[in-house]
């Protein structure tokens, strides 16, 4: 059995779409796929790509991204809460899951997140550029921190001591310093929607030997204090320098 990882597959281009269909339907299923978020906001073709993976894989556990709480395009009724509830839905009526799941001594635990600035304040030039501020619908009374205060509470990992290998995943970042330095200046205007440090205190209650995350679209694969933080994204189709856009296997047993 080998753990793959994949996130920010944005199955709104035609050209990941494709990627995802001529996936070999027989080489994956006796894996599992850590699926860490940003399908599409688009229903039905969420459906259509969680299905997908889950024809081929084993098991796939999946953690949502911001995109797939997008409801800009849906009702004015909807919020992003209510969009995240159906996303729930529609993960576990496929097959999918978004709760632990543990096979073979190996337990891998999705958690749950939003930025809540705690890398930095949002510029005036973010929030004038950054679609989730038009693109997702909050609750009166939920920002940032609230949204992800939120999230994080909706995390339930429990350990356990007989689990021989812990995973840990999310979309969004859990420290800023899994950024290189040598990022551009409009990269670091990202940071504040970057990620939580939140969710490296919920991590780390965990002890992983590795934690897969997405979002930032940029691969990674880099180890402090003892985790191994991995960033296995497959991007936009013209960011073929920063995603190597195929499947990391990132533990076998
Ligand atoms: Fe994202």
Known sequence: MRIFALSDIHVDYDANAKWVENLSVVEYQDDLLILA?????????????????????????????????????????KNSLQKFAEVCDVVEASGATMRTYRE?????????????????????????????????????G???????????????????????????????????????????????????ILG????EAQLRRMNPGIHVYGHSHLNRNVTID???YVNNAFGYPAETMIAAKALLAIHAC
């Open 37 to 77: 978020g940003d399908l599409t906001d688009k229903p039905p073709l969420f459906e259509w790509c969680v299905r997908a993976f889950v024809k081929r894989f084993r098991k796939v556990v999946f953690v949502p991204g911001n995109h797939d709480l997008w409801v800009a395009r849906e009702g004015r009724d």
């Open 104 to 140: 073979r001594g190996v337990a891998i635990h999705p958690l749950l997140g939003w930025y809540d600035y705690s890398f930095g304040e949002p510029s005036e030039e973010l929030q004038a550029m950054w679609m989730d501020f038009r693109a997702c619908r909050w609750p009166d």
């Open 142 to 192: 939920y920002g940032a921190n609230e949204i992800s205060l939120h999230f994080d509470a909706l995390n339930r990992p429990i350990a356990d001591a007989r689990d021989e290998t812990v995973i840990t995943c999310s979309h969004f970042l859990p420290r800023i310093d899994l950024m290189p330095w040598y990022v551009s200046g409009s990269t670091r205007l990202l940071y504040p």
């Open 196 to 199: 939580s440090s939140r969710l």
């Open 226 to 228: 003892g985790v191994t």
